[in-house]
């Protein structure tokens, strides 16, 4: 049986808490001889801030270069708000995916049975859900330069970003949604700006190019991106596979994130290129949920996302399809049990702390393996 190396992430605030309960489904793996895992932990974010004055070491880079993928927690909280900007937590996790060329992020937002009431949609518009975004992940306006604020005086300042992308980083991003519909239900609908941005013209003229010499057999539709988030709303079901830039991406993951119930039901994936001699592709899981500072440490963070990105990593990362399939069917049949972290309670429920929600994962996941 193949050793698998993970390097565990925690990071700030609900992080460490979360990822407890993945290190608590890897021993389980391990103890059962399920899978291999060899694990290392290291320090992300203002947890690594706090011990060397930088959002990652260099000591845990080289283990994030050297991992088979890392589980990240989540980073950040108002501790660190004066730190300088090129150390600020948030930095760890953009250098991470920078130097990794984790350039494909994709959030899956799934509306299980049991939470369709716990979204803020009517129920008929989100039951069923299950939809992908492909954020762009290593370029546009988060990457580019120059990005400044500079003093011009009278006590005016002028600020800028720049969005740049280049034609191989759209091509490479279309391929992945692309391949990814043709494993689902053939559809991609690519967003951007493409009425008042020069990038979004090209993000258009590419994506519809790759579309017409390699994947014509996907359908595809084009949308503005404030429009599509408009119909994320008025009716998500409508889509299938969605392929947007690194901004409108983060934007409209969180808006997918919503009609599940809840940030904490989201996991993500961030995947590099697959490596031609070795099949491999560096990885990087995390939740979408963020570092939820106001109530870390009292054992109210739900940790289904967290969960869930380790369940993606079985998938893209150790081609364990199946067991990734019975984590997801361990998570349904806990919510359908009617267990609840605080999150995602509603009436008639029975409230569960983060440790519970993750025994109760476990347990069921036991249960699909005896």
């Not at 039901?265 to 939820?292: C, F, I, N, T």
Request: glycine share 10%.
């Amino acid at each position: 049986m193949a050793t698998h190396k993970l390097l565990l992430l925690p990071g700030d605030g609900i992080g460490p808490e979360v990822m407890g309960e993945v290190k608590r489904l890897i021993d389980w793996l391990n103890s059962a001889g399920i899978a291999k895992f060899e694990t290392d932990t290291g320090l992300v974010g203002g947890s690594a801030y706090d011990a060397h004055k930088v959002s990652i070491s260099e000591g845990d880079m080289a283990k994030a270069l050297a991992a088979d993928a890392i589980i990240f927690g989540a980073v950040g909280g108002p501790k660190w708000d004066a730190v300088p900007y090129e150390v600020r937590p948030e930095a760890g996790l953009l250098r991470l995916r920078k130097d990794l060329a984790l350039f494909a992020n994709l959030r899956p937002a799934v509306c299980y049975p049991a939470l369709a009431d716990a979204s803020s949609l009517k129920r008929e518009a989100v039951e069923g859900l299950d939809i992908v975004i492909v954020r762009e992940l290593t370029g546009g306006v988060y990457f580019g330069e120059p990005k400044t604020i500079t003093d011009l005086g009278n006590g005016q300042k002028r600020a800028v970003d720049t969005q740049v992308y280049d034609t191989y980083e759209i091509e490479r991003i279309g391929r992945v949604a692309f391949e990814l519909a043709r494993k689902r239900k053939n559809k991609v609908t690519s967003m951007e700006k493409r009425n008042v941005m020069k990038s979004g013209v090209l993000w258009n003229e590419v994506m519809t190019a790759v579309h017409k010499r390699e994947y014509p057999d996907v359908m595809l539709e084009h949308q503005l991106a404030d429009s599509g988030g408009m119909m994320l709303v008025k009716a998500p079901k409508q889509f299938d596979v969605i392929v947007t830039d690194n901004l409108f991406g983060d934007m409209l993951s969180d808006i997918a994130a919503m009609l599940t119930g809840s940030l904490g039901m989201l996991p993500s994936a961030s995947l590099g290129e697959v490596d031609v001699k070795s099949k491999k592709r560096k990885a990087l899981y995390e939740p979408v949920h963020g570092s939820a500072p106001d109530i870390a440490g009292k054992g109210l963070a739900n940790p289904i996302a967290m969960i869930s990105s380790f369940g993606m990593a079985l998938r893209y990362s150790f081609d364990m399809g199946d067991l990734a399939d019975k984590v997801d069917a361990a998570i349904a049949a806990v919510l359908a049990s009617g267990l609840r972290t605080a999150d995602i309670k509603s009436e008639g429920t029975t409230a569960a702390s983060t440790t519970q929600m993750g025994e109760a994962i476990l347990k069921e996941l036991q249960k699909l393996h005896a």
